[in-house]
């Protein structure tokens, strides 16, 4: 299939699933046995020691009932967008060129994503970038609805560009090396509000990890603005375990 072609067709049966009452977050939602599978990019993948290995971890220890399984299929660069910017080594991965086989692989549950800070490719805002996101998020939640995977939304993570300055070139495309000042106040701000509002009837919970991690920014980012540093990961698994309830 054709990259985005998916995400564009499954957004036909969209209206249909829409729900437009809220969300019950604090509503535990694991059940003994589950597989959780974690969705992301780079940040979600975390080198093998972030959120996700947090989060299995805590599980292990404070619910060993459960018989909990975080799966990692977090990927660095990987969009949602399937956008890629000038100058980037390659076509940036599109989740929708992998998702398919990722779902048959295993017997999902519960799915975990997390995207955004690739997706608008470190550029301006525009609706068509803004369309393009939500499309990508209702087609991975019709998607997760087709295979009966209940889904936990997170919003992206920030920019901080405030902790973690970059010299930024205005004459020069925008790239992740060199990305738009306003990026996070003016796309990221927004795709969180996506994650924030939707409603869908394959959604457990929607949780925003944006809004504490930029807050604790100083604490949370020491090598690069985008990267949170093992106090950030541990912000994020904290953020999701109040959030859920554990």
């Known amino acids: 299939m054709k990259r985005r072609e998916f995400a564009i067709t499954s957004t036909l049966g969209v209206a249909g699933s829409l729900l437009f009452g809220c969300v019950d977050s604090k509503t535990f939602p694991f059940r003994k ?42 990927k660095s660069s990987e969009t949602i967008t399937g956008l890629t910017e000038i100058g980037h080594p390659g076509p940036r991965p599109y989740l929708f060129e992998r998702l398919d086989g990722l779902l048959e692989s295993k017997s999902i549950d519960v799915a975990m994503f997390c995207y955004g800070i690739n997706c608008g490719i ?20 019709e998607k997760a609805k087709t295979k009966n995977i209940k889904v936990i939304l997170l919003t992206t993570p920030p920019l901080t560009l405030e ?77 999701i375990i109040e959030k859920l309830g554990f």
């Open 122 to 141: 470190y550029g301006k805002p525009s609706q068509k970038l803004f369309d393009s996101y939500k499309i990508g998020v209702l087609s991975f939640l």
């Open 163 to 239: 902790t973690v300055p970059i010299e930024i070139d205005m004459n020069s495309e925008f790239t992740w090396m060199n990305p738009y000042p306003n990026y996070d106040k003016e796309v990221l701000q927004e795709f969180k509000k996506t994650i924030l509002t939707l409603k869908h009837d394959a959604l457990l919970a929607s949780i925003d990890i944006h809004t504490p991690l930029l807050q604790n920014q100083t604490t949370c980012y020491e090598n690069d603005p985008i990267h949170p540093n093992l106090t950030g990961h541990r912000l994020i698994a904290n953020t």
């Open 33 to 74: 046995n589950q597989v959780v599978a974690c969705f992301g990019d780079s940040i979600t993948y975390g080198g093998g020691n972030g959120y996700v290995e947090i989060l299995q971890k805590i599980a292990n220890e404070i619910r060993p009932d459960l018989n909990l399984s975080f799966l990692n299929y977090g």
